[in-house]
């Protein structure tokens, strides 16, 4: 027989009864019944209950071990009684008598119960991750992501994409966030960054002559953490196909989102990937991301408060303000629109007005100023009726849309408007090509600077830059951003004109990217691509509020790894060897 085990602590059913086996694994529980120890014995596959009589030789020790040590049990399998079955288990029919029992390894008193939900808090669960792991959740939790990785690969494979791996130490390049940058011992005084994303790589890919590549791709951020976003690093699907055009990528991509959701959850998947134009989004949901889920939109009133005898928004509108209008299906009581007016102020806004519907009347300060005609079609604008309520956000048009989109995501909540039984799937699309900064009135780009412009260089040359859209997408779950994407800028005149526009001379392309502006000089096919986050879909399928749960071994909030201490401290012959030295902190004026 094995050194440690026959079988595994899932496999033993009532054909095993009888047999001699031996399993190993950590004591999940103990239940002392006097004459009697009840060991759950658990490995990586599942739990096996094993008894010891106190007449056997190894009772005292069975009896003295701690819960998570590790032991082998050699014993023989017995039918249990029908009354001591537990059918929730896959070896409830049965247990093993104890006639063998050695300690592998001891454990001292726990930090944290492993065989409990109950939450230890953030810090200790991540301080001793190991031991976290070894519960039952958070364990199922990596296993969902290994087995939606491997279902990824095999679908990407099934399209003909082929895996390949891009460098983890490259050049600093402006990509939105700020670079990890890595000291070169060799090269004093330089670095390497560590890539924010393998962006310019896929697409040297595309231009070395490959057609369809993918990668399940490590990707370094130094940005702040957020509950869909870690800190530091993360991974996601990335792939890059020539010859294609924006609808390729889409027909590409759907099967395998659609596919792992529909493999690997219990909830209803709409096949139906509706498009959104980006400036629609911003208007009905008051966001890029919306959350289809919930069942009303957002409509613009300005034009009703336009001169109108609510004087508060009225003034605002002629200083360029504008005026959105949420439905509050069932929020038509003083208590609600109160509670939404204090929301409003907590959210930095001077708060929400209202109308509230109800036995064919609207009522309210803004119906009063407005008068019924103005009411009416507002509430026909909106949809709603008897019962229920509309909030108003009045600003200028992000700021608005800003609050309007939360507003909107928070009346969804509150009223259980949400069907939480649902993923529903929207590629937003024709991105703005390029931004004015509110300050400085500067043109930058707005998404992905090596997009390609719609309608090209002829765009560039003749349209007014805020007009210009972008062959750029997103695609979107249930109010979580899920990837970026776009068909891509291959030719040299189109990517010196875009950066021109953007404030950047040739030279600056020449310097940050000479990789790619080179190799578009020899040839380069229309290509383009997106990279889902491996990490934000794992989430979403496992039905976890923060990313953190879905890493195996993630950094707290504020990109600290409490288990391995890091970042930490080197010391001075390490940062003599790289050439570095330690500067005074500067402290910020006040």
Same mark, same amino acid.
């Given at each position: 027989?094995?050194?440690?085990?026959?079988?595994?602590?899932?496999?033993?059913?009532?054909?095993?009864?009888?047999?001699?086996?031996?399993?190993?694994?950590w004591?999940?529980?103990?239940?002392?019944?006097?004459?009697?120890?009840?060991?759950?014995?658990?490995?990586?596959?599942?739990?096996?209950?094993?008894?010891?009589?106190?007449?056997?030789?190894s009772?005292?020790l069975?009896?003295?071990?701690?819960?998570?040590?590790?032991?082998?049990?050699?014993?023989?399998?017995?039918?249990?009684?029908?009354?001591?079955?537990?059918?929730?288990?896959?070896?409830?029919?049965?247990?093993?008598?104890?006639?063998?029992?050695?300690?592998?390894?001891?454990?001292?008193?726990?930090?944290?119960?492993?065989?409990?939900?109950?939450?230890?808090?953030?810090?200790?669960?991540?301080?001793?991750?190991?031991?976290?792991?070894?519960?039952?959740?958070?364990?199922?939790?990596?296993?969902?992501?290994?087995?939606?990785?491997?279902?990824?690969?095999?679908?990407?494979?099934?399209?003909?994409?082929?895996?390949?791996?891009?460098?983890?130490?490259?050049?600093?390049s402006?990509?939105?966030? =700020? &670079?990890?940058?890595?000291? @070169?011992?060799?090269? !004093? /005084?330089k #670095? $390497?960054? *560590?890539?924010?994303a393998?962006?310019?790589?896929k697409?040297?890919?595309?231009?070395?002559?490959?057609?369809?590549?993918?990668?399940?791709?490590?990707?370094? =951020? &130094?940005?702040?953490?957020? @509950?869909?976003?870690? !800190? /530091?690093? #993360? $991974?996601? *699907?990335?792939?890059?196909?020539?010859?294609?055009?924006?609808?390729?990528?889409?027909?590409?991509?759907?099967?395998?989102?659609?596919?792992?959701?529909?493999?690997?959850?219990?909830?209803?998947?709409?096949?139906?990937?509706?498009?959104?134009?980006?400036?629609?989004?911003?208007?009905?949901?008051g966001?890029?991301?919306?959350?289809?889920?919930?069942?009303?939109?957002?409509s613009?009133?300005?034009?009703?408060?336009?001169?109108?005898?609510?004087?508060?928004?009225?003034?605002?509108?002629?200083?360029?303000?504008?005026?959105?209008?949420?439905?509050?299906p069932?929020?038509?009581?003083?208590?609600?629109?109160?509670?939404?007016?204090?929301?409003a102020?907590g959210?930095?806004?001077?708060?929400?007005?209202?109308?509230?519907?109800?036995?064919?009347?609207?009522?309210?300060?803004?119906?009063?100023?407005?008068?019924?005609?103005?009411?009416?079609?507002i509430?026909?604008?909106?949809?709603?009726?008897?019962?229920?309520?509309?909030?108003?956000?009045?600003?200028?048009?992000?700021?608005?849309?800003?609050?309007?989109?939360?507003?909107?995501?928070?009346?969804?909540?509150?009223?259980?408007?949400?069907?939480?039984?649902l993923?529903?799937?929207?590629?937003?699309?024709?991105?703005?090509?390029?931004?004015?900064?509110?300050?400085?009135?500067?043109?930058?780009?707005?998404?992905?600077?090596?997009?390609?412009?719609?309608?090209?260089?002829?765009?560039?040359?003749?349209?007014?830059?805020?007009?210009?859209?972008?062959?750029?997408?997103?695609?979107?779950?249930?109010?979580?951003?899920?990837?970026?994407?776009?068909?891509?800028?291959?030719?040299?005149?189109?990517?010196?004109?875009?950066?021109?526009?953007?404030?950047?001379?040739?030279s600056?392309?020449?310097?940050?990217?000479?990789?790619?502006?080179?190799?578009?000089?020899?040839g380069?096919?229309?290509?383009?691509?997106?990279?889902?986050?491996?990490?934000?879909?794992?989430?979403?399928?496992?039905?976890?509020?923060?990313?953190?749960?879905?890493?195996?071994?993630?950094?707290?909030?504020?990109?600290?790894?409490?288990?391995?201490?890091?970042?930490?401290?080197?010391?001075?012959?390490?940062?003599?060897?790289?050439?570095?030295?330690?500067?005074?902190?500067?402290?910020?004026?006040d």
């Amino acid at each position: 027989m094995h050194a440690y085990r026959s079988h595994n602590c899932v496999e033993l059913t009532e054909a095993n009864v009888g047999q001699q086996v031996k399993l190993s694994g950590w004591i999940n529980r103990k239940r002392d019944h006097g004459q009697l120890v009840f060991v759950d014995l658990r490995d990586h596959y599942g739990l096996t209950q094993c008894v010891a009589d106190s007449s056997d030789a190894s009772f005292a020790l069975v009896e003295a071990t701690r819960l998570e040590s590790v032991v082998t049990v050699t014993g023989t399998v017995l039918k249990r009684s029908d009354e001591t079955t537990n059918a929730s288990l896959p070896t409830g029919q049965i247990e093993v008598r104890i006639e063998a029992f050695e300690v592998q390894s001891a454990a001292d008193t726990l930090p944290l119960q492993v065989n409990s939900d109950e939450d230890s808090g953030e810090e200790t669960r991540l301080r001793y991750r190991y031991l976290d792991l070894r519960r039952a959740r958070p364990h199922a939790n990596i296993m969902l992501r290994a087995k939606i990785i491997q279902s990824i690969r095999a679908r990407m494979v099934a399209q003909d994409f082929t895996e390949f791996q891009t460098p983890i130490l490259t050049a600093s390049s402006p990509e939105g966030a =700020r &670079d990890f940058l890595v000291p @070169a011992r060799l090269h !004093p /005084g330089k #670095f $390497y960054a *560590l890539p924010q994303a393998p962006q310019q790589f896929k697409q040297l890919i595309m231009v070395s002559g490959f057609d369809r590549y993918f990668q399940i791709a490590p990707c370094f =951020r &130094d940005e702040d953490s957020r @509950a869909d976003r870690s !800190p /530091g690093e #993360f $991974y996601q *699907l990335d792939l890059e196909m020539s010859f294609v055009e924006q609808q390729d990528v889409f027909a590409a991509v759907e099967p395998v989102i659609k596919g792992v959701f529909e493999e690997f959850s219990d909830k209803i998947v709409d096949t139906d990937f509706v498009h959104i134009p980006f400036a629609d989004s911003m208007l009905k949901y008051g966001n890029d991301k919306p959350d289809l889920r919930i069942p009303f939109e957002i409509s613009d009133v300005t034009d009703v408060f336009r001169g109108s005898d609510f004087s508060i928004f009225a003034k605002n509108i002629e200083k360029g303000a504008v005026v959105r209008a949420v439905p509050g299906p069932k929020c038509g009581s003083r208590a609600i629109a109160d509670r939404m007016n204090s929301w409003a102020q907590g959210e930095g806004a001077p708060g929400m007005g209202y109308i509230i519907y109800g036995e064919g009347e609207a009522r309210g300060p803004v119906a009063k100023a407005l008068g019924a005609e103005k009411a009416e079609a507002i509430r026909i604008a909106t949809g709603v009726g008897d019962g229920d309520a509309v909030f108003f956000a009045c600003a200028p048009a992000d700021e608005a849309a800003s609050l309007a989109g939360r507003a909107r995501v928070k009346i969804g909540q509150d009223q259980d408007l949400i069907d939480k039984n649902l993923f529903r799937f929207a590629w937003i699309v024709d991105f703005p090509m390029f931004e004015a900064d509110p300050v400085t009135g500067k043109i930058d780009f707005s998404h992905n600077p090596f997009s390609m412009p719609q309608g090209g260089k002829k765009a560039l040359e003749e349209q007014d830059p805020l007009t210009i859209k972008a062959w750029q997408y997103d695609l979107v779950c249930n109010g979580v951003e899920l990837s970026s994407g776009a068909i891509r800028n291959h030719l040299p005149e189109v990517m010196y004109k875009a950066f021109e526009i953007a404030g950047y001379p040739n030279s600056t392309v020449d310097e940050k990217f000479p990789a790619m502006i080179n190799a578009f000089r020899f040839g380069a096919p229309p290509h383009g691509g997106i990279a889902p986050g491996i990490d934000r879909m794992v989430m979403l399928i496992a039905d976890e509020p923060n990313i953190r749960e879905v890493i195996l071994f993630p950094m707290n909030g504020k990109a600290e790894d409490l288990m391995m201490a890091a970042p930490s401290e080197v010391d001075e012959t390490a940062l003599a060897e790289l050439h570095i030295r330690r500067v005074p902190q500067i402290k910020k004026k006040d």
